[in-house]
Each structure stands twice: as structure tokens, then as C-alpha cells.
């Protein structure tokens, strides 16, 4: 098993190009925007809201991942560690059913943890459905890129005005989040913050 995911795949840099290095610059400065909002947070009040400190820093959490994987690109040692799977227990050419269940499990997650995100936000999910709205695309999009469906890959990799809609969707949903947040140090919207 371990030499047939090896002949598959081996760690290395994923995208070396210019756009791949921006990528995860642009990854870096999210999950730095968005863990300044926990400090913010905690420098507005003596008992910041344990929820939206919990969203602030799982999201920063997730997207200091994703910079790290934007490059070493685990998710294909997952699909070749799948792939390896199905060969040597002889489900290969069954494998779109297991992708179906894979993807629609994935899927049921996302939308849980994109649930549990809105539910730890409370009250400020209106103030924050820009940046939610970009969390639930980069979602989408990472759940279709680790799903390895050749019919997504082809998609995303077509071009638009010589731009890849890979690199039009990352940066565009990075970009959404970042446009989202609340500016620092945000008076409180009415009297009940201020207690």
C-alpha cells in the first residue's frame, strides 16, 4: 500500500508558480486578519463572547491549514491513498459510488461546521454574512478540489480572461472573508454590548 501511494504521489512543493505562492500569502494574511479579531474582541470588553472568539480562532486555525496544504498538497495523498485502496480491495472500477458517498459525507459536514460557525457567531451572524458567505464558498471549493472528480477539475481549470477559475475561486472567497470583517475596534452596536 505505502509503495503504490508513493508511486502516486510524494511530498513536494503542489504549486510552485507565482499565483500558488500568492495563494498562500493570501491564506496567511486571512488567517492573520481574522485572528486580530479575536485580540479585538478581547480588548473591547473584560468577558469577550467565548462563541465568536471560537469562530475567529477556528477560522484562522483552518485557513493557516489550508496555506500549509495549498502547497504541500495532501489532499492528493488522500485521493492516492483512496485510489490505492480501491485497487488492492478490488472496488476500482465501483470507486464513483464511494466518491459519491465521500463527497456527500464531506459535504454533511461542512454544512454542520458552516451551521456550528453561524450558531457561535449568534447575534453578530448578521454583521458577519459577507465573511460567512466566503467561508461557505471556500468550503465548497475545497471540498470539490479534495473530492478529485476528473468532470470538477477540468471545470475549475478552464480560464477566464487568462485567469484560472482555480485561482479566480481561492483568492475570490479568500478575498470575500477579508472584505467581510468587522472593522477593529467596533464601537458596540447598542447599550446591551456595552454591559
Known amino acids: 500500500m505505502v509503495e503504490c501511494i508513493a508511486a502516486r504521489w510524494s511530498p513536494g512543493i503542489g504549486d510552485p508558480t507565482f499565483v500558488g505562492w500568492l495563494t498562500v500569502l493570501v491564506?496567511?494574511?486571512?488567517?492573520?486578519?481574522?485572528?486580530?479579531?479575536?485580540?479585538g474582541a478581547g480588548s473591547q470588553s473584560a468577558n469577550p463572547p467565548a462563541g465568536p472568539n471560537a469562530f475567529w480562532i477556528g477560522l484562522s486555525v483552518l485557513l493557516l491549514a489550508l496555506a500549509v496544504n495549498k502547497q504541500l498538497d495532501l489532499q492528493s495523498a488522500?485521493?492516492?491513498?483512496?485510489?490505492?485502496?480501491?485497487?488492492?480491495?478490488?472496488?476500482?472500477?465501483?470507486?464513483?459510488?464511494?466518491?459519491?458517498?465521500?463527497?456527500?459525507?464531506v459535504g454533511v459536514t461542512g454544512l454542520a461546521a458552516f451551521a456550528g460557525a453561524v450558531a457561535m457567531v449568534g447575534k453578530h451572524a448578521r454583521d458577519l454574512w459577507v465573511t460567512?458567505?466566503?467561508?461557505?464558498?471556500?468550503?465548497?471549493?475545497?471540498?470539490?478540489?479534495a473530492a478529485g472528480f476528473h468532470?470538477?477539475?477540468a471545470f475549475i481549470n478552464n480560464s477566464v480572461l487568462?485567469?484560472?477559475l482555480n485561482w479566480v475561486v481561492e483568492i475570490g472567497a479568500l478575498a470575500v472573508i477579508m472584505?467581510?470583517?468587522?472593522?477593529?475596534?467596533?464601537?458596540?452596536?447598542?447599550?446591551?454590548?456595552?454591559?
Not at 491513498?81 to 465501483?94: D, H, K, S
Not at 460567512?132 to 478540489?145: C, D, E, Q, T, W
Request: net charge positive.
Open 78 to 105: 488522500l485521493t492516492a491513498a483512496g485510489r490505492c485502496l480501491a485497487q488492492a480491495q478490488g472496488w476500482y472500477e465501483g470507486r464513483r459510488a464511494v466518491q459519491t458517498v465521500f463527497i456527500a459525507m
Open 27 to 39: 491564506y496567511l494574511a486571512a488567517a492573520a486578519a481574522t485572528f486580530r479579531q479575536v485580540r
Open 179 to 195: 472584505i467581510g470583517l468587522p472593522r477593529s475596534k467596533r464601537e458596540p452596536t447598542s447599550n446591551a454590548d456595552a454591559l
Open 162 to 164: 487568462g485567469f484560472k
Open 132 to 145: 460567512l458567505a466566503g467561508v461557505a464558498l471556500l468550503l465548497v471549493f475545497v471540498v470539490s478540489r
Open 151 to 153: 468532470h470538477m477539475d
